[in-house]
């Protein structure tokens, strides 16, 4: 009886459990550390555990949890004495547990065994080097516009209190305030909708859309950016009548960035073409967005829709912005049952492709 309830309150631990004699032979496992080890039961009851072991990839998680001085890295936690508290990180995939060791000890007090619990912290750990990589780019991110404002009205109370005020000069300092004001709203949206995806609370308010009105709308309001920055934009919405559910508000944030970034990033001249159609694969609505600018270098792709990433051509052309906007872009159209994929060339341009589900008449 008292086995079985052991062996049922093992099993209910969230944390892996992992007792072993003294020679390092394997006694019992619960599902739990099964789970973080990659490994059966079988492979492991009866099993004694030695260093070498940790070129067996098989074993090797489970290995270096017995042996941490064997993990990529360690960190002591506990002072002299048991437990014996041990952070380790593994690789591939990266994995940060902490461990802590006890004795076993019989009514003679001699040790018959060890007791090793495993926590998984990888989730715990990787929230809070978010906050503290939010809380760094926020930081950095705000500090030169807010500077730069705090110069422009600087500057213009001095030219405001002088006997003979410039008006023009001041009309200029004005609108560069007014700008780097855009400019950090910009910033601290962008950092709170990336808060708000991070504790799923980016919550969505659908509605039925005719997409082309949609997208026509979205496209007009860029043709004044598109003019100062010297790009032609051109929409072709296609024959085809998508009707799409939809929150307006949020997929209208999703394709400005990529409209904003087909056009801060093209050549003087250049042109940024929005059109419709109909995916062939899977019959959705297909909205391609396709620029001249700069591309995208191959190998940077695969990272273009993490949290905080910029292209290394970009930042050459705007040292400026949060690389949260593609984060967000692919958050939103993802959340709305969407997809969205790119294919670039460096030197000739990017074509950036969203489909998203239509209503079905």
């Known amino acids: 009886m008292k086995d079985f309830e052991?062996?049922?309150?093992?099993?209910?631990?969230?944390?892996?459990?992992?007792?072993?004699?003294?020679?390092?032979?394997?006694?019992?496992?619960?599902?739990?550390?099964?789970?973080?080890?990659?490994?059966?039961?079988?492979?492991?009851?009866?099993?004694?555990?030695?260093?070498?072991l940790?070129?067996?990839?098989?074993?090797?998680?489970?290995?270096?949890?017995?042996?941490?001085?064997?993990?990529?890295s360690m960190a002591t936690i506990s002072a002299n004495g048991w437990p014996q508290i041990i952070d380790i990180t593994l690789e591939e995939p990266r994995t940060e547990l902490?461990?802590?060791?006890?004795?076993?000890?019989?009514?003679?007090?001699?040790?018959?065994?060890?007791?090793?619990?495993?926590?998984?912290?990888?989730?715990?750990?990787?929230?809070?080097?978010?906050?503290?990589?939010?809380?760094?780019?926020a930081a950095h991110q705000l500090r030169t516009p807010l500077t730069a404002i705090n110069w422009s009205f600087e500057s213009l109370n001095k030219i405001l209190g002088g006997e003979k005020p410039d008006m023009a000069e001041a009309a200029n300092l004005a609108k560069e305030g007014w700008q780097l004001t855009?400019?950090?709203?910009?910033?601290?949206?962008?950092?709170?909708?990336?808060?708000?995806?991070?504790?799923?609370?980016?919550?969505?308010?659908?509605?039925?859309t005719d997409l082309a009105e949609f997208v026509g709308i979205i496209t007009k309001q860029s043709e004044l950016a598109a003019k100062e920055y010297g790009i032609k934009i051109v929409f072709s919405p296609g024959n085809q009548v998508f009707?799409?559910?939809?929150?307006?508000?949020?997929?209208?944030i999703a394709f400005a960035n990529l409209l904003d970034n087909a056009m801060k990033y093209n050549v003087k001249n250049g042109e940024v073409v929005v059109s419709l159609e109909s995916d062939p694969v899977s019959y959705y609505?297909?909205?391609?967005?396709?620029?001249?600018?700069?591309g995208i270098p191959e190998e940077e792709i695969k990272k273009l829709f993490q949290?905080?990433?910029?292209?290394?051509?970009?930042?050459?052309?705007?040292?400026?912005?949060?690389?949260?906007?593609?984060?967000?872009?692919?958050?939103i159209i993802e959340g709305q049952g969407g997809k969205i994929s790119v294919i670039s060339q460096p030197g000739r341009g990017t074509s950036f492709s969203v489909i998203l589900p239509t209503i079905k008449s």
């Open 182 to 208: 855009e400019r950090s709203l910009k910033i601290v949206n962008d950092l709170l909708n990336a808060a708000r995806i991070e504790e799923g609370r980016f919550g969505f308010n659908f509605e039925e």
């Open 243 to 252: 009707r799409v559910r939809i929150d307006k508000e949020l997929m209208g």
């Open 54 to 72: 940790i070129n067996n990839p098989r074993l090797r998680t489970l290995t270096q949890i017995i042996f941490p001085s064997l993990a990529p």
């Open 6 to 52: 052991m062996e049922t309150i093992m099993e209910n631990i969230r944390d892996g459990v992992i007792i072993y004699d003294t020679n390092f032979t394997i006694l019992s496992m619960n599902e739990a550390a099964l789970k973080i080890t990659g490994i059966s039961a079988e492979e492991t009851l009866g099993k004694t555990i030695e260093p070498g």
């Open 98 to 137: 902490r461990t802590v060791l006890n004795r076993v000890i019989n009514d003679k007090n001699e040790v018959v065994a060890f007791m090793k619990l495993v926590t998984d912290m990888t989730r715990e750990k990787g929230v809070l080097d978010s906050k503290s990589e939010f809380i760094s780019v």
């Open 307 to 331: 949290k905080f990433y910029r292209g290394t051509n970009v930042i050459q052309m705007e040292p400026n912005g949060s690389g949260l906007g593609l984060y967000i872009t692919k958050n």
């Open 285 to 294: 609505a297909k909205l391609v967005i396709k620029d001249t600018g700069v």
